[in-house]
């Protein structure tokens, strides 16, 4: 048997469980703005993906606070144009579990938690020198999804990149050395765990016999 449900039927709660609890692990961006007042913002979307390759774009949608109020990020690139998605790994996720609490927008997570602000080449928005993999976005695309307004969709292209040299071999990123951290639902965060390959098969046309 299977469970049916009528999303008609729920709550704002239960739907938030079954997309959080399904849609696992979700990979983490741990984005860096700047206000149009000059304050620096982190803060950590687990409603993150690649987008595109040529351009190269990723997407992060940010969910609104109650009564559709935009979060700092959100407003911060609308504003700006810019920000840096800083990569999570073992060794910063929880720094960057402390930059998700509810500061207010003239308060800098990055100043208040004494995290390294290292400078972008291509943005305004610093980096953070407890990542070692850095995307530097300018905003491509800003979209508002609901009615009333439910979550700001951030669509950047990636003009620079910074790979620590310890992880990039061979023209790509080692994702052992990397130990990248995904999310899942409640409190809860993944590693890699055990991995293995799936050749990607061909299609082959059946012969008459």
């Given at each position: 048997m299977r469970m049916e449900i009528d999303i008609s039927a729920i709550?704002?709660?239960?739907?938030?469980k079954l997309l959080i609890g399904g849609v696992v692990p979700r990979p983490i961006a741990w984005v860096t703005s700047l206000s149009a007042d000059g304050v620096v913002n982190a803060a950590p979307f687990?409603?993150?993906?690649?987008?595109?390759?040529?351009?190269?774009?990723?997407?992060?949608?940010?969910?609104?606070?109650?009564?559709?109020?935009m979060k700092d990020t959100a407003r911060n690139i609308a504003e700006t144009k810019e920000f840096v998605v800083n990569m999570v790994d073992v060794f910063n996720?929880?720094?960057?579990?402390?930059t998700s609490a509810d500061y207010p927008?003239?308060?800098?997570e990055v100043e208040?938690?004494?995290l390294t602000q290292l400078p972008s080449v291509a943005v305004r928005p610093p980096r953070l020198g407890e990542s070692r993999v850095h995307f530097e976005c300018r905003l491509?695309?800003?979209?508002?999804l609901g009615e009333p307004a439910a979550s700001d969709l951030i669509i950047g292209e990636v003009v620079h990149v910074h790979i620590d040299d310890s992880?990039?071999?061979?023209?790509?990123?080692?994702?052992?050395?990397?130990?990248?951290?995904?999310?899942?639902a409640g409190?809860?965060?993944?590693?890699?765990?055990?991995?293995f390959e799936r050749p990607r098969p061909m299609y082959q046309p059946k012969q008459d016999s």
């Open positions: 709550g704002r709660q239960d739907k938030y687990s409603y993150f993906n690649v987008a595109s390759i040529e351009p190269m774009l990723v997407s992060v949608a940010v969910i609104r606070k109650p009564g559709s109020v996720v929880d720094a960057v579990n402390q927008p003239e308060v800098s208040e938690l004494g491509h695309r800003f979209m508002t992880l990039y071999r061979d023209g790509k990123i080692d994702i052992d050395t990397f130990s990248p951290v995904s999310r899942l409190h809860w965060y993944a590693t890699l765990g055990e991995l």
